[in-house]
Protein backbone atom coordinates (compact mmCIF):
# COMPACT_ATOMS: atom_id res chain seq x y z
CA UNK A 1 0.00 0.00 0.00
CA UNK A 2 3.13 2.17 0.64
CA UNK A 3 3.97 2.09 -2.97
CA UNK A 4 0.70 3.26 -4.13
CA UNK A 5 0.39 6.24 -1.08
CA UNK A 6 3.71 7.37 -0.21
CA UNK A 7 3.76 9.01 3.16
CA UNK A 8 4.00 11.92 1.44
CA UNK A 9 0.59 12.02 -0.53
CA UNK A 10 -0.95 11.15 1.92
CA UNK A 11 0.15 13.59 4.66
CA UNK A 12 -1.50 16.03 1.77
CA UNK A 13 -4.69 13.89 1.05
CA UNK A 14 -5.49 13.60 4.56
CA UNK A 15 -6.68 16.60 5.92
CA UNK A 16 -8.67 16.85 3.17
CA UNK A 17 -10.89 13.83 4.09
CA UNK A 18 -14.08 14.59 5.66
CA UNK A 19 -14.36 12.65 9.05
CA UNK A 20 -15.45 9.20 9.45
CA UNK A 21 -19.51 8.98 9.84
CA UNK A 22 -20.70 8.04 13.14
CA UNK A 23 -21.39 4.64 13.63
CA UNK A 24 -24.81 4.80 16.45
CA UNK A 25 -25.60 1.45 16.16
CA UNK A 26 -21.72 -0.64 15.83
CA UNK A 27 -20.84 -2.55 13.50
CA UNK A 28 -17.60 -3.82 11.82
CA UNK A 29 -14.74 -2.14 11.80
CA UNK A 30 -14.21 0.82 8.58
CA UNK A 31 -11.42 0.01 6.12
CA UNK A 32 -9.30 2.69 6.44
CA UNK A 33 -9.09 6.30 4.38
CA UNK A 34 -5.34 5.20 3.11
CA UNK A 35 -6.20 1.62 1.94
CA UNK A 36 -9.40 2.79 -0.02
CA UNK A 37 -7.21 5.65 -1.59
CA UNK A 38 -4.52 2.90 -2.44
CA UNK A 39 -7.82 1.06 -4.26
CA UNK A 40 -8.42 4.10 -6.32
CA UNK A 41 -5.24 4.77 -7.54
CA UNK A 42 -4.42 1.13 -8.57
CA UNK A 43 -7.99 0.94 -10.33
CA UNK A 44 -7.44 4.45 -12.22
CA UNK A 45 -3.85 3.51 -13.37
CA UNK A 46 -4.46 0.13 -13.76
CA UNK A 47 -7.98 0.57 -15.77
CA UNK A 48 -8.92 -2.69 -14.09
CA UNK A 49 -12.52 -3.17 -12.90
CA UNK A 50 -13.44 -2.30 -9.32
CA UNK A 51 -14.73 -6.07 -8.61
CA UNK A 52 -11.41 -7.18 -9.59
CA UNK A 53 -8.95 -4.86 -6.92
CA UNK A 54 -7.04 -7.50 -5.11
CA UNK A 55 -8.37 -6.72 -1.35
CA UNK A 56 -4.95 -8.72 -0.08
CA UNK A 57 -2.72 -6.06 -1.73
CA UNK A 58 -4.76 -2.82 -1.18
CA UNK A 59 -6.68 -3.33 2.09
CA UNK A 60 -10.01 -2.88 1.11
CA UNK A 61 -12.60 -4.27 -1.22
CA UNK A 62 -13.36 -2.36 -5.21
CA UNK A 63 -16.74 -1.79 -3.87
CA UNK A 64 -15.47 0.20 -0.68
CA UNK A 65 -12.72 1.90 -2.84
CA UNK A 66 -15.54 3.33 -5.11
CA UNK A 67 -17.73 4.19 -2.57
CA UNK A 68 -15.06 6.77 -0.93
CA UNK A 69 -14.30 8.12 -4.35
CA UNK A 70 -17.78 8.65 -4.72
CA UNK A 71 -18.02 9.98 -1.22
CA UNK A 72 -14.70 11.94 -1.55
CA UNK A 73 -15.82 14.02 -4.78
CA UNK A 74 -19.16 14.93 -3.42
CA UNK A 75 -17.25 16.37 -0.86
CA UNK A 76 -14.89 18.46 -2.69
CA UNK A 77 -12.05 16.49 -2.28
CA UNK A 78 -10.46 15.88 -5.35
CA UNK A 79 -11.00 19.89 -6.58
CA UNK A 80 -9.41 20.57 -2.74
CA UNK A 81 -6.22 18.43 -3.77
CA UNK A 82 -6.04 19.82 -6.88
CA UNK A 83 -5.68 23.00 -5.79
CA UNK A 84 -3.18 22.06 -3.09
CA UNK A 85 -0.87 20.31 -5.30
CA UNK A 86 -1.04 23.35 -7.71
CA UNK A 87 -0.12 25.78 -4.78
CA UNK A 88 2.86 23.33 -3.47
CA UNK A 89 4.27 23.36 -7.18
CA UNK A 90 3.91 27.07 -7.48
CA UNK A 91 5.59 27.44 -4.10
CA UNK A 92 8.51 25.19 -5.84
CA UNK A 93 8.59 27.30 -8.52
CA UNK A 94 7.82 23.72 -10.76
CA UNK A 95 4.73 25.34 -13.00
CA UNK A 96 5.39 26.77 -16.52
CA UNK A 97 2.22 28.73 -16.81
CA UNK A 98 3.49 29.87 -20.44
CA UNK A 99 2.09 26.61 -21.51
CA UNK A 100 -1.31 27.09 -19.95
CA UNK A 101 -4.57 27.23 -21.32
CA UNK A 102 -7.78 28.10 -20.41
CA UNK A 103 -10.75 25.88 -21.27
CA UNK A 104 -13.87 27.76 -22.83
CA UNK A 105 -16.06 26.72 -19.76
CA UNK A 106 -14.32 28.83 -17.59
CA UNK A 107 -14.45 32.05 -19.56
CA UNK A 108 -17.58 33.84 -20.00
CA UNK A 109 -18.93 33.97 -24.24
CA UNK A 110 -18.50 37.24 -26.01
CA UNK A 111 -21.74 38.64 -27.18
CA UNK A 112 -20.58 40.56 -30.25
CA UNK A 113 -21.93 43.53 -31.47
CA UNK A 114 -25.46 44.63 -31.28
CA UNK A 115 -25.58 46.60 -34.59
CA UNK A 116 -28.68 45.71 -35.95
CA UNK A 117 -30.79 42.64 -36.68
CA UNK A 118 -28.52 39.24 -38.12
CA UNK A 119 -29.25 38.23 -41.90
CA UNK A 120 -31.49 35.56 -40.68
CA UNK A 121 -34.26 37.97 -39.09
CA UNK A 122 -32.99 37.20 -35.81
CA UNK A 123 -32.15 39.53 -32.86
Do not use: F, Y
Request: charged share 25%; hydrophobic share 40%; net charge positive.
Amino acid sequence: MDALVPNDLWAVVEPLLPPEPEKPKGGRPRASDRAALAGIILVLRSGMQWKHLPRSEVGCSGKTSWRRLGTWQAAGVWAALHRVMLEQLQDARALDWSRAARDSASLPAKKGLCNGPEPDGSG
